[in-house]
């Protein structure tokens, strides 16, 4: 299965601005997951966007789907403390949900 | 939502011991279950994948004798580190989802092994 690559690598910000970290793939997708992994702990699923779909929001979150240049973005907005994690973007293999493999993420710091 | 729990969380034990590690799907069932590593600072390394009532597939490179994985039920798969060695410390994550096409995986909380 594929591997996405997330962009930046580190995203340092104060509490209150928004954060973007970026995705990237290389072959054709089913949908796309964002997870979200606090230090010592598990993932926690975030937003899945399916192939056919460009934008899909919640809450504070924005993912946007784009595949003729094969990426996806997660928006962050009015950043708080406790948003502080990595960032993982995952793409199943085509034709099943399983199997998920992932990038090195990306490590968001928000700073009170 | 769904839930799946890993149990212990925390484990430091002697070199030469086996340990297990439980993942549960709380409200929901779950034929196949996953299992990574994780290094400090690190991606997560997809070790195997469990399947209910047959053997488990394991990525290349993972030892299938060294890590045993059991999945007798369409609730719970166990990692089984045999005789474990302290290159085997590590953090290990199961995940879990509900059959259907565009499910999000769901992920237990880790299990912190160390050896001595």
């Known amino acids: 299965s594929q591997q996405g690559e997330e962009d930046p690598q580190a995203l340092s910000i104060q509490e209150g601005e928004n954060a973007t970290m970026n995705c990237s793939y290389k072959t054709s997708i089913n949908n796309l997951q964002w997870y979200r992994q606090n230090s010592g702990r598990g993932l926690v699923h975030l937003i899945l966007i399916r192939s056919n779909e460009r934008e899909k929001h919640s809450g504070r979150l924005r993912v946007t789907l784009d595949t003729s240049k094969k990426s996806s973005s997660l928006l962050i907005t009015a950043s708080r403390a406790a948003d502080t994690a990595s960032y993982f973007c995952?793409?199943?293999?085509?034709?099943?949900?399983?199997?998920?493999?992932f990038g090195k993420g990306t490590l968001l710091t928000v700073n009170p | 939502g769904a839930v799946v729990s890993q149990h212990p969380s925390w484990v430091i034990c002697k070199s030469g011991t086996s340990v297990k590690i439980e993942c549960r799907s709380l409200d929901f069932q779950a034929t196949t279950m996953f299992w990574y590593r994780q290094f400090p600072k690190k991606s997560l390394m997809l070790m195997a994948t469990?399947?209910?009532?047959?053997?488990?597939?394991?990525e290349q490179g993972v030892e299938k004798d060294k890590f045993l994985i059991n999945h007798a039920s369409l609730t719970l798969s166990t990692l089984t580190v045999t005789s474990a060695h302290p290159e085997d410390s590590s953090f290990y994550i199961c995940?879990?989802?509900?059959?259907?096409?565009?499910?999000?995986?769901?992920f237990g909380d880790g299990t912190r092994l160390s050896i001595l």
């Open positions: 995952a793409l199943p293999p085509g034709g099943s949900n399983y199997k998920l493999t």
């Open positions: 469990s399947n209910e009532g047959s053997k488990a597939t394991y």
């Open positions: 995940s879990a989802s509900p059959t259907g096409f565009h499910q999000p995986q769901h």
